[in-house]
C-alpha cells in the first residue's frame, strides 16, 4: 500500500426556482481544460428522481465542474432521454451508454473512468448535492491534495422526514485519517460509519482511479461492493473526513434488508469484508479478530433486528453479550463512542420536507 502523490440546508429541489450557480466561484478556472471536480452518476431506470440530482449540482456556487451520467439502460429509456436535454442545454454534461444489464459495479466505474477531473465525486441517481458542496468539497481538497480520497456526513431523507446533521465546531469538521488508521477505523465502524458513509459521500482522487483501484466485485462479498470499495480506497492513501452535511441520501425506496438478503447473508458478508480488512491491518494487536467482532455487530443489531427474525435467534444473538470477547468490544465502543465520537459528531435534528 502506497500512499497517493501529488445547516441547516434545505435539499435542492427545495430552493427556489431560478436560482442557479454563481459565476463567481470557479469562473477563473473554466478557461482550463480539465474540471476540477467531474461528478459520477451511474444511473438506472430512475427518471422520477435524476432531475433532482442533475439540478442539485446546476444550482451549485462552484462552476469548475463537469458531469459525466452513465446510463445502464441505454439509449432506449426514460432516464437517457432526460439526461440528454441537460446535456443538450449544458456543455459540462456529458452521457454515456454502460451497456444493457451489467449491472451497479461496471456501470459506477463506467462512469468514473468516463471523468476527466482531477477530483471524482460519486452521486448516486436519487441522492443530491446540499448547497455550496461542491466549493466546499474544492476548498478542502485543496487543501489535501495528495489524500486518496475523502467523505463527508450524509443528512437522511426517509418517509417525508429530512435528518439533518447538525454544524459542528470548527475543529471537529475536518480530520485527517492515514491509510491504516482508516483502514482500522473501517473495521472498528467507528467515526467513518457512525458520519454515513456512502458512495453518494465519496470524493476520490482520480490519480487513485489511475492507480487501478475500481469497484469490484468478489466471490465472497457478492452483496458488499460498497464496503469493499472503501476498503480498497483506504489502502490507497490518506482519507480526508468532512464532518458536514454535504449530500442527501434518499432511502425511502431502497429495499429494506428483509427484502432482498437475509440477516444470516448479511452477517456472512461482514464476516467476509471484516477479514479481508484484517489482512490489510499492520498493527492487530489488542483488536477482537473477525468472529468476535461480528459477534458484537450482531448484539448491535439486535434492536433492528428484532421484529424481523424469530424469538430464537434474537436471544441466541443477544446471549452473545455474555462472551467476555463480545463485553469487551461493547465496553470500549460504548465509552469510545460516548466521550469521543459522539460529541464530534454533534446531534442530528428532522424536518418535515
Same mark, same amino acid.
Given at each position: 500500500?502506497?500512499?497517493?502523490?501529488?445547516? $441547516?440546508? !434545505?435539499?435542492?429541489? &427545495? +430552493?427556489?426556482?431560478?436560482?442557479?450557480? *454563481?459565476?463567481?466561484?470557479? =469562473? #477563473?478556472?473554466?478557461?482550463?481544460?480539465?474540471?476540477?471536480?467531474?461528478?459520477?452518476?451511474?444511473?438506472?431506470?430512475?427518471?422520477?428522481?435524476?432531475?433532482?440530482?442533475?439540478?442539485?449540482?446546476?444550482?451549485?456556487?462552484?462552476?469548475?465542474?463537469?458531469?459525466?451520467?452513465?446510463?445502464?439502460?441505454?439509449?432506449?429509456?426514460?432516464?437517457?432521454?432526460?439526461?440528454?436535454?441537460?446535456?443538450?442545454?449544458?456543455?459540462?454534461?456529458?452521457?454515456?451508454?454502460?451497456?444493457?444489464?451489467?449491472?451497479?459495479?461496471?456501470?459506477?466505474?463506467?462512469?468514473?473512468?468516463?471523468?476527466?477531473?482531477?477530483?471524482?465525486?460519486?452521486?448516486?441517481?436519487? $441522492?443530491? !448535492?446540499?448547497?455550496? &458542496? +461542491?466549493?466546499?468539497?474544492?476548498?478542502? *481538497?485543496?487543501?489535501?491534495? =495528495? #489524500?486518496?480520497?475523502?467523505?463527508?456526513?450524509?443528512?437522511?431523507?426517509?418517509?417525508?422526514?429530512?435528518?439533518?446533521?447538525?454544524?459542528?465546531?470548527?475543529?471537529?469538521?475536518?480530520?485527517?485519517?492515514?491509510?491504516?488508521?482508516?483502514?482500522?477505523?473501517?473495521?472498528?465502524?467507528?467515526?467513518?460509519?457512525?458520519?454515513?458513509?456512502?458512495?453518494?459521500?465519496?470524493?476520490?482522487?482520480?490519480?487513485?482511479?489511475?492507480?487501478?483501484?475500481?469497484?469490484?466485485?468478489?466471490?465472497?462479498?457478492?452483496?458488499?461492493?460498497?464496503?469493499?470499495?472503501?476498503?480498497?480506497?483506504?489502502?490507497?492513501?490518506?482519507?480526508?473526513?468532512?464532518?458536514?452535511?454535504?449530500?442527501?441520501?434518499?432511502?425511502?425506496?431502497?429495499?429494506?434488508?428483509?427484502? *432482498?438478503?437475509?440477516?444470516?447473508?448479511?452477517?456472512?458478508?461482514?464476516?467476509?469484508?471484516?477479514?479481508?480488512?484484517?489482512?490489510?491491518?499492520?498493527?492487530?494487536?489488542?483488536?477482537?479478530?473477525?468472529?468476535?467482532?461480528?459477534?458484537?455487530?450482531?448484539?448491535?443489531?439486535?434492536?433492528?433486528?428484532?421484529?424481523?427474525?424469530?424469538?430464537?435467534?434474537?436471544?441466541?444473538?443477544?446471549?452473545?453479550?455474555?462472551?467476555?470477547?463480545?463485553?469487551?468490544?461493547?465496553?470500549?465502543?460504548?465509552?469510545?463512542?460516548?466521550?469521543?465520537?459522539?460529541?464530534?459528531?454533534?446531534?442530528?435534528?428532522?424536518?418535515?420536507?
Amino acid at each position: 500500500m502506497t500512499q497517493m502523490d501529488s445547516r $441547516d440546508a !434545505l435539499p435542492s429541489a &427545495a +430552493l427556489p426556482m431560478g436560482v442557479g450557480p *454563481s459565476q463567481d466561484e470557479g =469562473s #477563473a478556472e473554466l478557461v482550463t481544460l480539465r474540471p476540477f471536480i467531474s461528478v459520477a452518476i451511474p444511473t438506472f431506470r430512475r427518471p422520477d428522481t435524476i432531475r433532482r440530482t442533475i439540478d442539485s449540482i446546476l444550482q451549485q456556487d462552484f462552476a469548475n465542474w463537469e458531469l459525466v451520467v452513465s446510463d445502464d439502460e441505454g439509449q432506449g429509456g426514460l432516464s437517457w432521454r432526460i439526461v440528454d436535454e441537460y446535456a443538450r442545454a449544458d456543455g459540462r454534461i456529458r452521457i454515456v451508454e454502460n451497456g444493457r444489464g451489467r449491472g451497479q459495479v461496471e456501470n459506477t466505474n463506467n462512469a468514473m473512468l468516463a471523468c476527466t477531473g482531477t477530483w471524482i465525486k460519486l452521486l448516486h441517481d436519487d $441522492d443530491w !448535492l446540499a448547497p455550496g &458542496a +461542491l466549493k466546499r468539497f474544492a476548498e478542502v *481538497s485543496k487543501e489535501h491534495p =495528495s #489524500a486518496a480520497f475523502m467523505t463527508c456526513a450524509a443528512n437522511i431523507v426517509e418517509d417525508g422526514r429530512i435528518m439533518l446533521r447538525s454544524t459542528p465546531s470548527e475543529q471537529n469538521r475536518v480530520s485527517v485519517y492515514s491509510s491504516q488508521q482508516c483502514l482500522r477505523d473501517l473495521y472498528l465502524v467507528r467515526t467513518t460509519r457512525s458520519l454515513g458513509i456512502i458512495p453518494s459521500t465519496l470524493l476520490i482522487n482520480s490519480k487513485v482511479l489511475q492507480a487501478g483501484c475500481r469497484m469490484r466485485a468478489h466471490k465472497s462479498i457478492p452483496a458488499g461492493v460498497d464496503q469493499l470499495f472503501f476498503v480498497d480506497l483506504a489502502g490507497h492513501g490518506d482519507m480526508v473526513a468532512i464532518n458536514e452535511g454535504l449530500i442527501f441520501y434518499d432511502a425511502t425506496n431502497h429495499p429494506s434488508i428483509t427484502t *432482498s438478503k437475509s440477516y444470516t447473508e448479511v452477517d456472512e458478508v461482514t464476516l467476509a469484508v471484516k477479514q479481508l480488512n484484517w489482512q490489510l491491518l499492520e498493527n492487530r494487536r489488542n483488536l477482537p479478530d473477525p468472529e468476535s467482532l461480528l459477534r458484537a455487530l450482531r448484539v448491535a443489531r439486535v434492536p433492528a433486528r428484532f421484529h424481523h427474525q424469530s424469538l430464537p435467534v434474537t436471544i441466541r444473538d443477544t446471549l452473545q453479550i455474555l462472551r467476555p470477547s463480545v463485553m469487551k468490544i461493547a465496553s470500549q465502543y460504548l465509552v469510545e463512542y460516548l466521550f469521543r465520537i459522539r460529541p464530534v459528531l454533534g446531534p442530528w435534528y428532522t424536518r418535515r420536507q
